[in-house]
């Protein structure tokens, strides 16, 4: 069983920038993050294969976040910059343990998640 927590969340003017963090307790193939407004489907921010170090995003965050793993793939980091209010949500951290395409990387794929960190934006 894998254990992912996430840190890194808190609140930000718009235009500002947070990281997000994800340690991981094991290893899986496919890594991401998503978010969820209250009230709203969660969804998908961006991916990365284990095996071939391949960031995806979805194109409300494309040119504004970055997708990372330390060299231990022990941590996955997301840098976002250019916050926007419409950024703000509970971020959380998922893992696969099989690899994901472009398009496969649903809610449903994952089957360890973290417990969610906020962030605000304003």
């Known amino acids: 069983h894998v254990q992912l927590v996430e840190s890194g969340g808190g609140s930000v003017q718009a235009g500002g920038a947070l990281r997000l963090h994800c340690a991981t307790s094991?290893?899986?193939?496919?890594m991401a993050w998503f978010r969820q407004v209250t009230g709203k489907e969660r969804e998908g921010v961006a991916r990365?294969?284990?095996?071939?170090?391949?960031?995806y995003y979805a194109n409300a965050v494309k040119g504004r976040f970055t997708l990372f793993p330390n060299n231990g793939w022990t941590t996955l980091y997301l840098q976002m910059d250019s916050l926007k209010p419409e950024d703000s949500g509970t971020y959380y951290c998922?893992?696969?343990?099989?690899?994901?395409?472009?398009?496969?990387?649903?809610?449903?794929?994952?089957?360890?998640w973290g417990q969610g960190t906020q962030v605000t934006v304003s």
């Open positions: 998922a893992a696969a343990r099989s690899g994901c395409s472009v398009a496969g990387w649903t809610e449903g794929k994952f089957e360890y």
């Open positions: 094991g290893y899986t193939k496919c």
């Open positions: 990365i294969n284990y095996s071939y170090n391949d960031p």
